[in-house]
């Protein structure tokens, strides 16, 4: 009797089906309940209490296998939206087009999905390219994990048992560093062009290589990705742009022909000869911010992205007799308009990024009151940055950055002689000039320095 129960699962796990997949213990994955954040435990613990299947799935499954910190945890359950949001006080219904639950427990959200069925180009609604529009209709947890685009996520982890339900081989593949499309590869990347940047987006932060299947169509499946949604893309930029591995990711974009004439930020971004160095340096900088755990903010970094845009068009300008800041603010708005047209950039992101540019020329000016009042900026650390950046690239002297740092650390006393010491006069000097000054008026004077 055991031994038939042991033949049957060892064949289970030996030879699964999409619909029988393989059950593993934690002897074959690794992955323990005490490595899934407590919210998410109970999540899974109170909907199987009532009887739903439910499980940890999708990117923190792959990441915690692959021995990285996951960025959140998603449950998917059997479980119906408003079954869900009855077993959980704090929660919500969210979402139009595919309804799923927030769960709010202590400090954490949890998102909790209902299984969904994959529908063929045939039964879903779709553009003329294939493109999925609509995927609403619950389905098996079998459909579930079919729908995912790659194996490494669609991986199940019970907490409670520490078993993993691997339907595609995904942890196979993942021990093999290989990002398998789970599968028709060219009708996925039809249905969900932005698939193709996932994959890169995926390989590079994890170190897995694109499976020659998965990798070989992308090239000439480019051009879909022209009828996807500006906003979804600008979703899908930031995620790679901050994805710690910007660089890499890039570099790989470039590589796949995925860039040329698809994005406009893309092709700013790897194809301006004046900025490549600058923008190179902006994006290490970007990676080894969120490596380090720091916080990054898209403003920044679009204004890094796009600032030799702005340089060159601004030059234009003052060429041709325009003032410095008429000319600057002329020149930024028509950079962000030119990037706005494809991507949409949120207006709050395009607010931060004309802030730290609009400070950029109040840096050459390091007399009177103009650098108390630039200190004072709520906007001045980042513009520091970014001039640090510049000068790092180098646009600008190391002298003029180096300057600011000291001038916004100092005391009083020191900051007024860094000031004096940019007129070329020292404090004694200035002294006597305003005695001699003074004593040459017609009818004399006092010589009040409050009055200076
Ligand atoms: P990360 O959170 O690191 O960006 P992720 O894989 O978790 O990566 P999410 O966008 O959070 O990405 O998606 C969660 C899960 O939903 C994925 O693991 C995958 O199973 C599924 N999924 C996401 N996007 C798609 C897609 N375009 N096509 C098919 N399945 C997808
Ligand atoms: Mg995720």
New binding site residues.
Partial sequence: MIRKLLRRVFKRAASPTSDEPAVLGVDQHGLTGNQISPAARKVCSVLQEQGHKAYVV??AV?DLLAGQTP?DF?VATSATPEEVKAAFRRSRIIGRRFRIVHVMSGPETIEVSTFRASQDAESAETDAHGRILRDNVFGSMAEDAT???FTV??LYFDPGSETIVDYHHGVADLRHKTLRMIGEVRTRYRE?P??ML?AVRLGAKLGLNIDPAARGPIREMASLLENVPPARLFDEML?LLFSGHAVKCLKQLREEGLHHGLLPMLDVILEQPLGERFVWLSLENTDERVRNGRPVSPGFLFATLLWHEVLVNWEARKNVGEHVYPALFAAMDEVLDQQAEKLAITRRIAGDIKDIWALQPRFDRRNGKGPYRLIEQPRYRAAWDFLRLRAEAGELDAELPEWWRRFAHANPVDRESLLQSQDGTTPKKRRRRRRKAASNQPGGGEDHPASQ
């Fill in positions: 999708g990117g792959r960025k998603d729908r995912r685009d996520n669609a969900d932005v698939r996932r995620k």
